[in-house]
């Protein structure tokens, strides 16, 4: 077997159609496209979410909901999270030792939730506490700071 002995297998391989040169082409007069009709046309260009003038599913579909465009967001951090850092030796915590630790991310603000126990003496500074968060912090000594 040599390199110019090489072809493609039988059926792989087809020739392109030829669309618009005659009718011996089989081909020719409407060229594949139909009679009439904006598809008919030259230039023509289907509106995206146009469904051939069905009412579009964007359009059937209700519109609910709403976005509060002054919602506060906060990354939430758990006692058990914190019970970790303390476990760790860290008995301060604040923002800088949350983003050390990847409970947050730099410029979030960060929530202390109560899920989780905490048995160490810690004190800790967050955007927000939950109340039974801040009285967990509280109850074993710890003081529970608000920026």
């Known amino acids: 077997m040599k390199l110019n002995n090489l072809k493609p297998a039988t059926g792989s391989t087809h020739?392109?159609?030829r669309i618009g040169r005659g009718p011996g082409s089989g081909l020719g007069g409407t060229s594949t496209r139909g009679h009439k009709g904006a598809k008919a046309r030259s230039g023509y260009k289907q509106k995206i979410g146009f469904e051939g003038g069905q009412m579009p599913l964007q359009r059937r579909l209700p519109k609910f909901g709403f976005k509060n465009i002054n919602r506060v967001e906060y990354q939430a951090v758990n006692l058990s999270s914190i019970q970790k850092l303390a476990d760790n030796g860290v008995t301060t915590i604040?923002?800088?030792?949350l983003v050390a630790a990847?409970?947050?991310s730099k410029g979030q603000l960060v929530k202390v939730l109560a899920n989780?126990?905490?048995s160490t003496k810690v004190d800790v500074t967050a955007n927000a506490f939950s109340a039974s968060a801040k009285e967990a912090i509280e109850k074993v000594g710890g003081t529970a700071?608000?920026?």
């Not at 604040?94 to 030792?97: I, K, M, N, P, V």
Request: hydrophobic share 30%; charged share 20%.
């Open 116 to 118: 989780g126990t905490l």
């Open 94 to 97: 604040g923002l800088s030792e």
């Open 145 to 147: 700071t608000n920026l």
């Open 102 to 104: 990847g409970l947050a």
């Open 15 to 17: 020739s392109r159609r």
